[in-house]
């Protein structure tokens, strides 16, 4: 089974810092690579950062706007997936979800296949 729960959202002031954990089955944790996206209510799903599974052989890539205010990292005896988010923004509110691909480099919504349930982070201005 692909299981991904996501966890440690909050509400945060502007500037403080807060990190998220993508929990992952075995089956997940055995995918090409774990990926986090935000989602805003009407505005789209958008991609923030992802990293790769393998364990010899591991590289995380960013959406632009992170701007290397937030950072992706996986532990793999724990099975989890990290976003560890610094200075943050009112509009970096919204659900975070983490996802597995089997794609390399996926970005985009439609090319992770699993998702978790979301957690949510407020940053108050």
């Known amino acids: 089974q692909v299981l991904l729960v996501e966890s440690g959202g909050g509400l945060v002031q502007t500037g403080s810092s807060l990190r998220l954990s993508c929990a992952a089955s075995?089956?997940?944790?055995?995918?090409?690579?774990i990926g986090w996206f935000r989602q805003t209510p009407g505005k789209e799903r958008e991609f923030v950062a992802a990293?790769?599974?393998?364990?010899?052989?591991?590289?995380?890539y960013y959406a632009n706007f992170m701007k290397g205010r937030f950072t992706c990292s996986k532990d793999d005896n724990e099975r989890t997936v990290a976003l560890q988010m610094t200075l943050l923004k009112p509009e970096d509110t919204a659900i975070y979800y983490c996802?597995?691909?089997?794609?390399?480099?996926?970005?985009?919504?439609?090319?992770?296949?699993?998702w978790g349930q979301g957690t949510r982070v407020t940053v108050s201005s």
């Open positions: 996802a597995a691909t089997l794609i390399p480099n996926a970005d985009r919504v439609d090319e992770y296949d699993y």
């Open positions: 990293v790769t599974l393998s364990r010899s052989r591991s590289r995380t």
């Open positions: 075995e089956q997940a944790f055995n995918t090409y690579a």
